[in-house]
């Protein structure tokens, strides 16, 4: 899998070989066809990250504030992008669409009535994240938060 930064990129470094242990940790280091465009943004996005995709291609955005303007802190930001990897891996995988006629088709059923909290792929993505933080996370080179 390919990976692009379509931004400035905080601690570039640090966020390269996240990407890198994430990828591997979500199994997708053996496709070489998809890829994801990552963009870190200070526009309003209606959440601390969004994802979407499908089966070649992810674009993920990831927030430095959120709604009141609070700066998020450079691990949250890395736990959004976390979560919004697993989104990716759904969408790449077949198992999230966003062309279902209400808006979103999880492993091949309509699920576009679902509540937030209900959805299946963001429950995935919540149980995943702060697992695939801590795991995948360089601690030991140096940052700025």
């Not at 955005?61 to 697993?86: C, N, P, W």
């Not at 209900?118 to 360089?138: D, G, H, I, S, T």
Request: aromatic share 14%; proline share 3%.
């Amino acid at each position: 899998m390919i990976y692009f930064f379509e931004s400035r990129v905080p601690n570039k470094e640090v966020v390269e070989v996240f990407m890198d242990n994430l990828i591997n940790e979500l199994g997708l280091s053996r496709l070489r066809k998809p890829y994801v465009d990552v963009t870190f943004t200070n526009k309003d996005i209606e959440a601390n990250g969004t994802c979407i995709g499908d089966r070649e291609y992810a674009e993920i955005h990831i927030s430095y504030k959120d709604h009141d303007g609070r700066k998020f802190g450079f691990l949250e930001m890395m736990q959004t992008l976390a979560h919004e990897m697993v989104h990716a891996r759904q969408f790449i995988r077949g198992q999230l669409d966003a062309e279902g006629s209400n808006g979103w088709v999880w492993k091949g059923r309509n699920a576009g009535g679902f509540e937030y909290e209900n959805q299946p792929w963001e429950k995935e993505a919540y149980r995943l994240e702060k697992e695939l933080f801590v795991k995948c996370f360089p601690f030991q080179m140096k940052f700025r938060n």
